[in-house]
């Protein structure tokens, strides 16, 4: 796309006088003609000068809007306030209805988080996850693909797998144990040869969608769209971190007594930081927030750490860097917010990821996974307690204020209220919101 103008360029050098294009770059293509024809150049030459640098101007700007546009922008989150923007509506927070439809138009239909690659390192391993009503069984198989199934058995359709994690060789059913491999397919019946017609063929485990975005696993149960598509957004967005290689050190679960719109509103703001999370303000102001997305399904940006090296308790580095970490990026932890169910925050050290599972408009269940360095593990500057610990604390505090919002919002007194310019990602997030269910 490039080669073009600079073949043209060539052409031009090749007939104007180099003193010409040196002395008189910035004047006047009037003055220019009067210049150049001084220099003994034909009329013609002078208009296919003049029409030539004029056409390589515009692509230089060209080239230069196509830099900008490109490049990560971060906006102050102030600067992206929609001025107007008010909460949600009560029945958003506390109506059945809106919850089953919730279900149905948003966990049913988009690509959720269920968890990360390492959790399946090794052929054979697998958990069961819970999506929009239904349990699915992910694993990876025997030729190392991560793959999902439906827990849900051919034969009069018993639930295949209780636990909630471990490692087959077959997955077998509790029941009549008709035994399925780990690529979905039907491989044992018992006397089920006797039944005229019956081929093995016709009863593998239904399969569900699923996509690797990352090294994090994500399944649709629709017939949807392409992960890679939808995910466009963020293409090469975390290169910068090795966010496939990295490994949980810790999950800790979290049930909270609030609505989960109102888990993603609270992670989408720090105004409410100098109150609610005296030790975090301490370390990353709460207004020093840039947003590079800050429309759509994914929204968020950095925040600086002002003081000590990360989010700790001690203020220190607890592992080693989680990617190829240049200049200010040891200075920023990144927060993003993936729409409908995971909230991505990746700090110098370490990332933490918070998966949402709505089990009730006021409630909501909350996986939350500290991931390192895969190398970190065995050394002795490995620290994992001081994120944990740090971030554990910061959780409660604010899946606190969320229970306290979700008890005052359930009034009869609550009404919309509104957003302050410092909330303009809890808004964009609101908007991002009523686009599916409404
Ligand atoms: S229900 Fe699964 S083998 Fe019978
Ligand atoms: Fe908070």
Redesign the pocket.
Known sequence: MHTAPDQFNGGTRAVVPQILRRRHRGTAPIYRFKIARQSGLSDSALVLLTLQKRRSKLIREKETRMQTTTAPAFRKTAETFAAGAKTLEQKYFISSEIFAQEQEKIFSKKWVLVGHQSQVAKPGDYFVQEVAGESLIALRDKDGRVRSFYNVCRHRGTRLREGRNGHLSAIQCPYHAWTYGLDGRLIGAPHMDDVEGFDKADYSLHAVNLALWEGFIFVNLADGCLLEKVFAPLSGRFSHCYLPKLRSAKRIEYDVRANWKLIFE??SE?Y??PG??PA?SKLTPYDSAENDLCEGPFLGGFMRIAKGNSLTMTGNSCALPVGDIKGEGHNRVFYYSIFPNMLLSMHPDYVMVHQLWPKSPERTLIFCDWFFHPEAFDRTDFHPDDAIEFWDM?NR??WHVCELSQQGIASRAYRPGPYSPRESIPAAWDREYLRHVE
Do not use: P
């Open positions: 609270n992670y720090c409410h930081c609610v999370h975090l910061t505090q604010d």
